[in-house]
């Protein structure tokens, strides 16, 4: 009998516990961190403030670069000198998916005029290979990713000797779980492409959160071999379709210059030899003035390297029509080709582009809770039995 109530005491003790923990835990929903930042401030885009690194990181030297951006996280760095893997632990929600996006800008701030490479790492997993420059452009890494536990750890990893790690900002955006529907738990999205057509380059890559919720990179793109469009959609339209693509994007487009031409285009990837997994997500919708002709439809066919994947109707005043396609095997360069299907009056159009690759994870990791489950278990189980 006294063994039996220690059992029922220690399973209440445990079943409690994590409740205890949680007050304790500060878990972020969406963060922003400015690293080697001095103050912390608000972000006019996204009302979110940007935090200071040294509640994430205990290890590092900061430094301020002499330089003129619109992107105040890259005036700062904390770069690692001693060390040979650092890491960064994020409280963030779980379980819960994130855009999570790691910015580097190297700016000489050595004076060495050597920009290294080194490995970026989540939760242990090899997320890229940062290759800095001493270019004028940011470098950022992207991934989506499904938290498994509290504390998700971002890592900077020595590969060379002499090469010094640092990193400019960091960021946990989070997204709906069915954005990316096709993602499962066990792999994560690497971002391989995010691209607008049509716009040129002096249109904006990033919005406010009330154009686009997720605050992704939208890189603008012409191609001279195409008609480059502009429909002009009034402010405020709401795209209510898989992943939300954000008006401003969708007001832009290619397409072919004649009924019967095709658009194609080489979709390169970080990786030139090894096969890869990848997923691609394709936006379309009509563009082509502000009043299109009724009658006017655009039927076309999406092929992946000469294989087909997916044919599709757009409308005038219809819906953006969002085909995803996952998984396709690629190795170095995948050849998209977009075509002329019968019926169609219009020559092809694409709005936008993403493309990720997969990363493969570990879930053997297991949150608090998880882990006080199991104990709880297995006490009720020996008390059974």
Known sequence: MEKSMVV????????????????????????????????????????????????????????????????????????FPEGSKICYSLPLEVPHKYLIRAGFYYGNYDNLFKPPTFNLEIDGNLWATVTTSLGTDPIYHEVIYITIKENVSICLNQTQQGQIPFISSLEAVPLRSDIYRLMDNKT????????????????????????????????????????????????????????????????????????????????????????????????????????????????????????????????????????????VNVTGTANVTIAPAQGTTLPPILNAIEVFTTIEVSTSSMSLHSCTSWFVFLGLLYLVL
Do not use: M
């Not at 979110?48 to 890259?74: A, H």
């Open 188 to 327: 994560a999205l690497y971002l391989e492409h995010r691209t607008n057509y049509g716009a040129n380059e002096t249109f904006p890559e990033r919005f406010n959160t009330y154009t686009d919720d997720f605050y992704r990179f939208w890189k603008p793109v012409q191609l001279p071999n195409y008609q480059n469009l502009f429909n002009g959609i009034v402010n405020g339209f709401i795209s209510n379709v898989d992943n939300l693509p954000p008006y401003k994007v969708l007001n832009y487009a290619i397409r072919g210059q004649n009924i019967s031409d095709s658009i194609f285009l080489p979709i390169d990837f970080h990786e030139n030899s090894t096969q890869l997994l990848a997923y691609f997500v394709f936006y379309f919708y009509n563009v082509g003035g502000p009043r299109p002709v009724l009658n006017n439809i655009t039927n076309q066919i999406v092929y992946i390297n000469g294989v087909e994947k997916n044919a599709t109707t757009i409308r005038p005043y219809g819906d953006c029509v969002v085909v995803s396609v996952y998984p």
């Open 8 to 79: 029922i005491v220690s399973v209440l003790v445990l079943a409690v516990f994590p409740y205890q923990i949680q007050s304790y835990y500060n878990s972020y929903y969406w963060l922003s961190i400015d690293c080697g930042g001095t103050n912390t401030w608000e972000d006019p885009l996204t009302n979110e403030w940007w935090e200071l690194d040294n509640s994430f990181i205990k290890t590092g030297q900061n430094i301020l670069l002499y330089v003129s951006t619109d992107r105040l996280p890259l005036e700062t760095l904390r770069y």
